[in-house]
């Protein structure tokens, strides 16, 4: 599996937009990028994922670069309920018995 | 939809005793999976199931079983806790056309004394 690198902590002002990176160079072409976070004490919460377009919901957009080397979270107008670890995961696709691999993250903190 | 729903919340218990913590799904996905996670870490594979009847290790297998005999359910026990299993226990579960989107539960805090 692709290894990725976040930065451990990043903060963002409430109402501002929070765009968090992901480094993954060593990443396959079938393997997938992939977004949770987990807000303190409650269990993960999936986010987002793309192979390599650009991808949107109602939570927020994901932009992978054309090597697809990296990629950034980005939560548009952040609130203070965005506070959490964002974790960002690379793995292929649907796969039996797939095992997610929860690494460190980055801890955002949003300010008032 | 209650989605995963895990019990019990909370959990105290002696060095040697015996527990199982139940993980319910109603959302009719074929994988399921436990988690643990220790203060300031990330999440930890215990086990993971592809289907009733079927389950395999993951992770940080020992000290733990798992069963599935239920598609909806999948239950985690530990035969003789020890202190070093205190941890916060998350399940989650996904579909096979999904693999990857887990849906997780809200965790059972266990304490080992």
């Known amino acids: ?112 | 939809n209650a989605g995963v729903t895990q019990t019990p919340k909370f959990r105290v218990l002696k060095t040697g005793q015996s527990m199982t913590l139940l993980c319910a799904q109603d959302m009719n996905h074929e994988y399921m999976y436990w988690y643990r996670q220790d203060p300031g870490m990330g999440l930890r594979l215990i086990h993971y199931s592809v289907g009733e009847g079927t389950t395999a290790k993951g992770e940080v297998p020992d000290g733990y079983n798992v069963s599935r005999l239920k598609k909806q359910n999948f239950l985690l026990g530990l035969e003789s806790a020890a202190p070093s299993q205190t941890s916060v226990y998350f399940c989650a579960s996904s579909k096979i056309s999904g693999a990857n989107v887990l849906t997780f539960g809200a965790g059972s805090r266990l304490t080992v004394l």
């Open chain 1, 1 to 112: 599996d692709a290894k990725t690198t976040q930065p451990p902590s990043m903060d963002c002002a409430e109402g501002r937009a929070a765009n968090l990176p992901c480094n993954h160079s060593t990443i396959s072409g079938n393997e997938y990028v992939y977004w949770y976070r987990q807000i303190h004490s409650q269990g993960p919460q999936y986010i987002i994922h793309g192979l390599k377009n650009n991808e949107t919901n109602e939570m927020a957009s994901l932009i992978i670069t054309e090597d697809r080397k990296s990629s950034t979270l980005i939560l548009p107008h952040a609130t203070l309920r965005d506070t959490a670890v964002y974790y960002c995961i690379v793995r292929v696709g649907s796969n039996a018995g797939n095992m997610l691999t929860f690494g460190g993250g980055t801890r955002l903190m949003v300010k008032p």
